[in-house]
């Protein structure tokens, strides 16, 4: 949720969507300068191998990627000219919070089954949230926004064009006709159930192209109701769960070649790492192109928030006209989006490929850190009562409905051009 604040008086560089490019290319020179925290080893399959993960040089490790992302934190909080004492002062629970999850997330049997971190995180902030209570004191590090959009400009780093042309024109193929069909259904649903513009265009976001990131995405474009954002974000994590779990045994079942079965996984799951997990439990192949369809949907989010952020720009109220100036445009515009786009020009063709490579861990590591932080913010900032009650039930069955739609549209798909029948199968 953001914090209010008087925008207007702000010059443009200290408002949030450019604060967060400030931060995340902060993060990335730094990286790039040699600051490389260690990986947080997570990984533990019982609990008598718990205690290796609170070793001194593990301990260490923790607090490197902590010490950036609360010096980071704090850096976007004072520029958006909001109380650092009380973010710092709240920051440790949170990061603390985070940390648990990405502990529980290193489960063997978690990674097994596909549940990732975001999940976990998830869960922590609600359930504060929805047995104490969040204190007021604690909500002055709940920053959801500041920490997953500056996540999602590191994210834009590790995603490289050359490996998404591996697999040619195919899974962009895929990838635009899964979103934009999936939309316009998802969005026509929205609006028979009676849902409004902004709920309907976040979840219609979310469930076809790439779940919370996109509705991130989205509710800047169209400067959405962060309530709503956290009902999406909400549900996006609570049905990928059996998700992850059903579709590679439908896959099994039913003997679905592993390029199509991997397309399927890619196009449908909203996560790169539930990707690789479930396609973990096909092949080695079906993982890759998995991949490969997952990173052509996370490209289009820059598109799709410029397309939301013109036609939201254009809306006027009924029997009105309304002309929009390109400035109109611009001012609606989710610039962190182009912070996205920059981050994956600059490692695909500008960055050197060793150093690229060299940066790619500690880059994802304090991605998956702010994620964990902005997964917990949601959490703390909602209350399963809210959710229930939220427009009669309404968005939990369209987003259902849109779902199952998704899933049948795309794996109709996935047989059409990566089936064999009239593409070529890829190579990878």
Request: hydrophobic share 60%; glycine share 8%.
């Amino acid at each position: 949720m953001s914090h209010p604040h008087a925008a207007r008086s702000k010059p443009w560089w200290a408002l949030e969507d450019w604060v967060v490019v400030w931060l995340g290319f902060t993060a990335i020179a730094a990286i790039a300068a040699g600051y490389r925290p260690v990986s947080l080893a997570a990984k533990w399959s019982a609990l008598g191998d718990l205690g290796a993960l609170f070793t001194p040089g593990v301990l260490s490790g923790w607090l490197a990627v902590a010490a950036p992302a609360l010096v980071l934190g704090a850096v976007g909080v004072a520029l958006l000219r909001e109380p650092v004492t009380a973010f710092a002062s709240a920051f440790p629970l949170v990061f603390l919070l985070s940390l648990v999850a990405q502990i529980c997330g290193g489960n063997a049997t978690a990674n097994a089954w596909g549940i990732e971190f975001v999940i976990f995180a998830l869960a922590a902030g609600l359930l504060v949230s929805n047995t104490i209570g969040t204190p007021p004191w604690l909500m002055a590090a709940a920053r959801t926004e500041l920490y997953i959009k500056t996540g999602i400009i590191l994210m834009g780093a590790t995603i490289i064009f050359g490996d998404i042309l591996k697999a040619g024109v195919l899974g962009m193929l895929q990838s635009v006709l899964v979103v934009a069909v999936v939309w316009y259904f998802s969005f026509w649903l929205a609006k028979r159930l009676r849902l409004d513009d902004e709920f309907a265009a976040m979840l219609s976001t979310a469930v076809s192209i790439c779940g919370v990131s996109a509705a991130i995405a989205a509710c800047g474009a169209i400067e959405g109701d962060r309530r709503k954002l956290s009902y999406v974000t909400s549900i996006v994590l609570i049905v990928a769960v059996p998700m992850i779990v059903i579709q590679p045994w439908l896959i099994r079942f039913f003997h679905i070649p592993d390029m199509v079965a991997g397309a399927w996984l890619g196009g449908t799951l909203d996560t790169t790492g539930s990707v690789v997990a479930a396609g973990e439990l096909i092949s080695e192949a079906a993982t890759k192109i998995g991949t490969i369809v997952k990173f052509s949907q996370n490209v289009l989010i820059g598109l799709a928030a410029f397309l939301l952020s013109m036609w939201w720009s254009t809306k006027a109220a009924p029997g009105q006209q309304r002309t929009v100036s390109a400035s109109v445009i611009w001012a609606r515009f989710p610039k962190f989006v182009l912070g996205f786009i920059a981050a994956s020009l600059l490692f695909s063709f500008a960055m050197p490929g060793a150093l690229a490579t060299a940066m790619k861990p500690a880059l994802t590591n304090l991605r998956n850190v702010f994620f964990a932080l902005a997964f917990v913010s949601i959490g703390l900032e909602t209350k399963f009562t809210d959710l229930l009650h939220m427009d009669e039930g309404r968005p939990f069955w369209c987003f259902l409905g849109a779902q199952a739609f998704n899933v049948g549209w795309t794996l109709i798909l996935s047989w059409l051009i990566f089936g064999g029948g009239i593409f070529a199968v890829p190579k990878l």
